[in-house]
């Protein structure tokens, strides 16, 4: 439990290369989420060419991390055979939350790139990967080792529990 709270968002990164050990772990962790009526919508996109980041790094007004990342996880999901199609977000952010969750406890750094709900982000995303026309994109998850580690802040606040 340890990775809960060390995790920080990291948005800069040594151009050292991430093993693809590392990425079949963070995916393994990624896949063990739960999701509504076990409809396990995700399949994931990762990206090591360069040239594929940098356009997404363009993709949004908030996607600029992703440019210095050595790779970058794009969580989609599959609009066929949804059992509970309005729960998707949902099970995504489960699953992504496990990516975050995991490259941590791997020492890596990874930070979540919001662009769903936004239709045009999503777009945007779905244009430079090329996905095919029955997947929509999540977010974008730059990951790699840390250049900076700053400690988390302790965001605990008792007064926000109501015990009834």
């Keep these: 439990m340890n990775a809960i709270f060390t995790r920080v968002?990291?948005?800069q990164f040594e151009s050292r290369e991430v093993e693809s050990k590392y990425i079949i772990k963070i995916l393994r962790a990624a896949?063990?989420?739960?999701?509504a009526m076990n409809q396990q919508p995700w399949e994931f996109w990762v990206i090591n060419d360069k040239d594929l980041i940098l356009q997404l790094s363009k993709a949004t007004p908030y996607s600029k991390p992703a440019a210095n990342a050595p790779v970058v996880i794009v969580p989609c999901y599959n609009t066929?055979?949804?059992r509970v199609p309005e729960m998707v977000n949902i099970d995504m952010a489960i699953s992504v939350e496990n990516i975050l969750i995991e490259a941590e406890e791997l020492g890596?750094?990874?930070v979540m790139l919001g662009i769903a709900p936004n239709e045009e982000r999503m777009k945007a995303v779905e244009k430079i990967l090329n996905l095919p026309e029955n997947f929509r994109a999540f977010t974008i998850i730059p990951v790699g080792w840390p250049l900076n580690k700053h400690?988390?802040?302790d965001r605990y606040e008792?007064?926000?529990i109501h015990v009834i």
């Design 151 to 153: 400690p988390q802040e």
């Design 31 to 35: 896949m063990a989420a739960p999701s």
């Design 80 to 82: 066929k055979n949804l």
């Design 158 to 160: 008792p007064s926000r």
């Design 9 to 11: 968002s990291t948005r």
């Design 108 to 110: 890596l750094g990874a």
